[in-house]
T-cell receptor, first 113, second 114 residues
């Protein structure tokens, strides 16, 4: 069975603080893919990043970074020097090869000025 | 590029009315999906179409029907709307279930059932 847990329902930070959003997944498959999506207040779902199970390299894109650790089944997302525009709901998702996507419940991030 | 287009964006229905949500994608994707999003529940899969000509139930299919009209279009029908179906509905598409590519989403339809 596939499952994604995002234990943090809501997080509030003050602008310029760093914040990490946790994602823990469960799967028995050896080939799988992990994703992060952003849903700003306007409502659309925006794809941020994909990671393949065989590629544990961490990735940095500007203020965003992702830490993939198979040993702990985690794919955490860190925003450095947060900005008000980062306020959104963030979803982590898992996809086993040949199967459908499974989304976590989301983490609502509020960045206060 | 339009990506995934959903219509309408907003709709208010009375209990018992029927309606069809339309979705079209222009990315030549094989798979298409319908989700509903309720507060605190994340995205729940209603129905999906792994490829043209096939449809399958997802996690919450009761009260809905779908049609994969062609490769581009995947519609969701509420035959007799109920207040419990008040939600935001998202259509999505992807290359296919064997692909590692992400899903692309439409902008959503906000549906209220009175």
């Amino acid at each position: 069975a596939q499952k994604v847990t995002q234990a943090q329902t809501e997080i509030s930070v003050v602008e310029k603080e760093d914040v990490t959003l946790d994602c823990v997944y469960e799967t028995r498959d050896t080939t799988y893919y992990l994703f992060w999506y952003k849903q700003p207040p306007s409502g659309e779902l925006v794809f941020l990043i994909r990671r393949n199970s065989f590629d544990e390299q961490n990735e940095i894109s500007g203020r965003y970074s992702w830490n993939f650790q198979k040993s702990t089944s985690s794919f955490n997302f860190t925003i450095t020097a947060s900005q008000v525009v980062d306020s959104a709901v963030y979803f982590c998702a898992l996809k086993n090869y040949g199967q459908n996507f499974v989304f976590g419940p989301g983490t609502r991030l509020s960045v206060l000025p | 590029n339009a990506g995934v287009t959903q219509t309408p964006k907003f709709q208010v229905l009375k209990t018992g009315q029927s309606m069809t949500l339309q979705c079209a994608q222009d990315m030549n994707h094989n798979s298409m999906y319908w989700y509903r999003q309720d507060p605190g529940m994340g995205l729940r899969l209603i129905y999906y179409s792994a490829s043209e000509g096939t449809t399958d139930k997802g996690e919450v299919p009761n009260g809905y029907n779908v049609s994969r009209l062609n490769k581009r279009e995947f519609s969701l029908r509420l035959e007799s709307a109920a207040p419990s179906q008040t939600s935001v509905y998202f259509c999505a598409s992807s290359e296919g279930r064997g692909s590692n590519q992400p899903q692309h989403f439409g902008d959503g339809t906000r549906l209220s059932i009175l």
